[in-house]
C-alpha cells in the first residue's frame, strides 16, 4: 500500500470519527432548539464555515464538518436506498431557485421581530427542521446525501470554490472499476473524468473516500494534506 493510499484510509477513518460527534450537534438542536433558540445558531454558523471554507478548498467544510451532511453519512447511509440522483435535482436552476426561497424566507422572519436574538434562533431552527423533513426521504428513497446536491449554501461553495484544489485521476492506472463513485458521498461521476486527467465536478466533498477505496491509486489530491 502506497503512501498516498495509507494517508486517505486514515483521513477517512479520522473523517467518521468528527462525524459521529457532529451527529450529536444535529440530533440535540432538532430535538431541542424548539425549547433552547439559542442551539438555532449552530445553522448560521455552519453556513458561515462552509462560505469561507469554500475560498479555500471548495466543498471540504460540507464533506468533513457539516453535522447534517455527517447525519446523512452515518445514520442515513446504511438505510438508503442508494440509487443515483437524478440530474434534474443538481440543476443550477433549481438549487438557485431554492436558494433564494430560503434566504428570502430567513430574512422575511427575522425582520418580523428583528430585535429579539432568540426569535433568530427560532428562525434558524426552523430551517433546520423543514430542510431536514424534506432531506430524510430523499435519503431514504434516493441518496444519501441528496439533499446536500440541492442545499443553497451547498451551491454557494460549489460556486465559490468549486475548482480549487480538484480531484486528479491517472487515466495510466484508473481500470475504470467504479469504486470511487459507489465510495463517494455526493454519488459523482468520477470515471469519466479520467482522458482529462481532473475531476473537475464543483461538487467534490474533499472527503478522500474515492481515493481509500481506489484499488489502483489513480486519484490524488494536489495538496497531500488534504487527502
Known amino acids: 500500500m502506497t503512501s498516498a493510499s495509507q494517508d486517505a484510509k486514515a483521513v ?7 462525524q459521529w460527534g457532529l451527529v450529536s450537534i444535529i440530533l440535540t438542536t432538532l430535538a431541542l432548539g424548539w425549547r433552547f433558540p ?22 471540504y467544510v460540507c464533506g468533513n464538518l457539516c453535522p447534517r451532511g455527517s447525519f446523512y ?12 440522483i437524478p440530474e434534474w435535482l443538481r440543476s443550477n436552476v433549481l438549487r438557485w431557485t431554492l436558494f433564494v426561497v430560503m434566504m428570502a424566507f430567513m430574512i422575511v422572519r427575522i425582520l418580523q421581530n428583528p430585535l429579539d436574538l432568540m426569535h433568530w434562533g427560532r428562525v434558524f431552527w426552523v430551517m433546520c427542521v423543514v430542510t431536514t ?19 443553497p449554501i451547498g451551491t454557494v461553495q460549489s460556486a465559490i470554490g468549486g ?26 461521476a468520477i ?7 481532473v475531476v473537475s465536478e464543483p461538487d467534490c466533498l474533499r472527503c478522500s473516500e474515492c481515493i481509500a477505496v481506489c484499488p489502483v491509486q489513480a486519484l490524488t489530491f494536489p495538496n497531500r494534506k488534504d487527502q
Open 133 to 151: 423533513i424534506i432531506g430524510i426521504p430523499l435519503a431514504l428513497l434516493i441518496h444519501p446525501r441528496t439533499w446536500c446536491s440541492l442545499c
Open 12 to 18: 477517512v477513518k479520522r473523517r467518521k470519527v468528527i
Open 191 to 197: 470515471v469519466k473524468h479520467k482522458d482529462s486527467g
Open 38 to 59: 439559542w442551539l438555532g445558531f449552530s445553522v448560521p454558523i455552519v453556513m458561515l464555515m462552509g462560505i469561507v471554507g469554500s475560498l479555500f478548498n471548495g466543498r
Open 163 to 188: 475548482q480549487k484544489n480538484q480531484l486528479q485521476i491517472d487515466a495510466n492506472l484508473c481500470r475504470s472499476c467504479a469504486l470511487c463513485e459507489h465510495a463517494c458521498p455526493m454519488n459523482l
Open 73 to 84: 453519512d452515518r445514520l442515513m447511509a446504511p438505510i438508503s436506498r442508494k440509487r443515483s
